[in-house]
């Protein structure tokens, strides 16, 4: 899947609204944090000048407010990018169900019905991130830094031209590890498929093996292949870790 599959920007077409509101907290907070670290920066040269709590106080206060007001419009910026979500992820379910239980019956293309189970649960459940909080962040990727750089020369010239030659580091390391991450991604969707497939094989013979004494060895290579799944998911979760 890339960046910005043009499949699923379309996908999100309805909740528009929402993501849009999504950017305007985040570029309000993106303000925030500007103001907050001016003040506090404002704060912590004012008392090493040896002023007195009284002669910052003002700037103590406002600080405080700026930390209230940006956890309340991180918490807005959560609620809406969930409901777009949820949203849009919903659409997808019944799509899938539309398609595959009405206009094509099941079993006829040869995709196994455990990996369309897969695919309809943790697949779409997959996108939840990718819709709620990855578009918003995209907009703002490209809106916050440059004001923060035009912010920070404004305050220091030199400062804000060392940011400049920096930045464009970031993105070269972010897909050097995305590209990792995907193959990583994909080794866990593979095993997630097994198990599925497996574990749906096994409950649909569980007659027959409970017949032929065989239901023992099959917990085991259930237990095999999950731990297959445990592997691979733990991976990609300490790649997620360490990148961030």
């Not at 999100?12 to 001016?38: E, K, N, S, W, Y």
């Not at 040869?110 to 943790?122: H, L, T």
Request: charged letters at 20%; a positive charge.
């Amino acid at each position: 899947m890339r960046a910005l599959d043009p499949r699923l920007v379309r996908r999100a077409r309805p909740v528009r609204m929402l993501l849009g509101a999504d950017v305007a907290l985040g570029i309000v907070t993106a303000l925030l944090v500007l103001v907050q670290a001016t003040l506090l920066a404002h704060v912590v040269a004012r008392a090493f000048d040896g002023a007195s709590l009284g002669a910052v106080a003002t700037d103590i206060v406002l600080l405080a407010l700026a930390f209230a007001a940006r956890g309340a419009l991180a918490w807005g910026f959560e609620v809406a990018g969930a409901r777009a979500a949820a949203r849009v992820l919903s659409e997808l379910r019944l799509e899938l169900v539309a398609r595959r239980l009405r206009s094509q019956p099941a079993a006829l293309d040869g995709v196994e019905a455990a990996e369309i189970a897969a695919a309809g649960v943790q697949g779409v459940e997959g996108l939840t991130a990718y819709f709620g909080r990855y578009l918003p962040q995209v907009v703002l990727a490209c809106l916050v830094p440059l004001a923060v750089i035009g912010w920070v020369a404004a305050v220091d010239l030199t400062s804000g031209l060392v940011m400049l030659i920096t930045l464009p580091l970031v993105p070269v390391f972010m897909w050097l590890i995305g590209r990792y991450t995907e193959e990583r991604t994909r080794e866990r969707w593979l095993a997630l498929r097994l198990l599925s497939t497996h574990f749906l094989d096994v409950v649909r013979g569980l007659p027959t093996l409970r017949m032929l004494n065989r239901s023992r060895a099959q917990a085991d290579k259930i237990a095999e292949v999950s731990e297959r799944h445990r592997r691979a998911t733990m991976g990609t979760l300490r790649l997620a870790f360490l990148s961030g």
